[in-house]
């Protein structure tokens, strides 16, 4: 129980860190070696791309985990201060459902992948999984931030984000 807690706390956040540490050694590495060596690496700036593609997924799932999305204030603010709240959960209700659609067509697509990288010779579709594993774990989380905001409006509490 314990273990699912901290994977539920942490798990974008640790990944993206681990992806970010990662991909800026390579990128530095790649550095050292075309200005230092004069001899470029064939593999790198492949591998930091599919990382940066990875980070990118996995970003939007830990962004919905801390609820700081881009929402548009001067619209909600149309909207009289009572219904607010509301207007919040239909438009997490309506991003859940393009989660959900995406990750299930990032799903199918990436089955489908029979290529290979040029460099590294890594099958694509574990570049385009990323796609379902970012949107699916997005998919989660915004059903954890609608139980959330229920929660506070069944409560009388706000929320935050």
Same mark, same amino acid.
């Given at each position: ?15 993206? $860190? !681990? ?8 990128? /530095?590495?790649?550095? @050292? +070696?075309?200005?230092? %060596?004069?001899? =470029? ?45 509301? $207007? !919040? ?8 459902? /393009?989660?959900?659609? @995406? +990750?299930?067509?990032? %799903?199918?697509? =990436? ?51």
């Amino acid at each position: 129980m314990k273990v699912l807690k901290w994977l539920d706390a942490n798990l974008e956040k640790y990944c993206c $860190v !681990v992806l970010m540490s990662v991909m800026t050694v390579i990128i /530095f590495i790649q550095v @050292v +070696a075309r200005y230092v %060596f004069q001899n =470029s690496l064939s593999w790198s700036e492949e591998l930091a791309r599919y990382i940066f593609i990875w980070l990118v997924y996995l970003g939007i799932s830990y962004g919905c985990q801390m609820r700081k999305h881009i929402k548009i204030d001067a619209a909600l603010n149309l909207f009289p201060k009572n219904m607010r709240k509301y $207007v !919040v959960i239909v438009g997490d209700v309506f991003f859940l459902l /393009f989660a959900i659609y @995406v +990750a299930y067509t990032g %799903f199918g697509y =990436s089955l489908k992948q029979t290529r290979v990288s040029s460099a590294m010779g890594i099958p694509f579709k574990y570049v385009y999984i990323s796609t379902f594993v970012g949107f699916g774990l997005a998919a989660i989380r915004q059903i954890q931030t609608i139980a959330y905001r229920i929660r506070c409006i069944k409560n009388g509490e706000e929320y935050e984000g």
